[in-house]
């Protein structure tokens, strides 16, 4: 595996193995690699001829600055993990490689009521600044097929929407979330959990579950009430459980209302905060 720190040596490699039927796949992260990062890597390898992966923890999309400075950040092991899979090649830049001064990185791109709900609301700002960066490393890049995760489905629904509407030559592939054995959502975030709140922490995922699985038994509203006070009486501090269309990211009032349905939830455990969804129609 390649490391570059510099944009312009990504950019030369690319150039050297760029060619007719080689497909390159791009998986942008934040580092603090796990599995589900790691399947990402997995699906891009087995679809294309080369897998590039960045690691670059973007102060544009951090709306919380301790949130930032508290990031996890553990680049050996991640160089580790990363040559031991199939990523070809790993860029992994200083803020300065990205964000190079004098250059407008701004992207413009009008996100509406897409950028307006759940993250979008209680994270102001996040998502100019996740477009930000999504956009500059496809520049970089241009590869192929970027992949995402279901996870952030927010965040891939409104990259989907940015590809759209700048007409980018790339194919997004959203992949499915990858859980540790209880339930819970993996994150890089999980590691800051307190021993009490990584014992709870599978619940999120029991309630998405549950709402899937039973989702005619209620109400959408009732299932919200419901959702909040499971979450509440266990000592989480939930910040949203929408179930939205799949596709406008708005919520929906019946399950009727929509082909594509999704449960999304934010939820504070202690100082840390989970995020998850599951697909209940679609
Ligand atoms: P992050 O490093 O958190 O920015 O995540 C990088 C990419 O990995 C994003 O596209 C995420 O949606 C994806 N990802 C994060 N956690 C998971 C997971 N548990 N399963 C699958 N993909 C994930």
Known sequence: ??????????????????????????????????????????????????TVC???????????????????????????LLVNSGCDALFLPAVGEVYPEGLDTGVDVSLGQLAEVMEGAFRPGHFAGVMQVVHRLLQLVLPDRLYMGQKDFQQQAIIQEMIRQLELPVELVMADIVREADGLAMSSRNVRLSPEFRSKAPLIHEIL?????????????????WA???????????????????KTLQPVSSFKESKYIVACVAAWAGDVRLIDNVIVRG
Request: charged content about 25%; hydrophobic content about 35%; cysteine-free.
């Open 228 to 246: 909040h006070n499971q979450l509440e009486q266990a000592g989480f501090r939930p910040e949203y459980l929408e179930i939205v269309d799949g």
């Open 1 to 50: 595996m390649y490391l570059f720190q510099r944009s312009e040596d990504l950019q030369n490699w690319l150039q050297t193995v760029r060619g007719h039927n080689r497909k390159i796949g791009f998986v942008p992260t934040m580092g603090a690699l796990h599995a589900g990062h790691l399947s990402l890597i997995d699906q891009s390898a087995a679809a294309n001829t080369f």
């Open 54 to 80: 960045s690691i670059f923890v973007n102060p544009t999309q951090f709306n919380d600055h301790t949130d930032l400075e508290k990031y996890p950040r553990t680049p050996a092991r991640d160089i580790e």
């Open 209 to 225: 579950s549950q709402i899937k699985q039973d989702s005619e038994e209620r109400s959408v509203a009732e299932w919200k009430t």
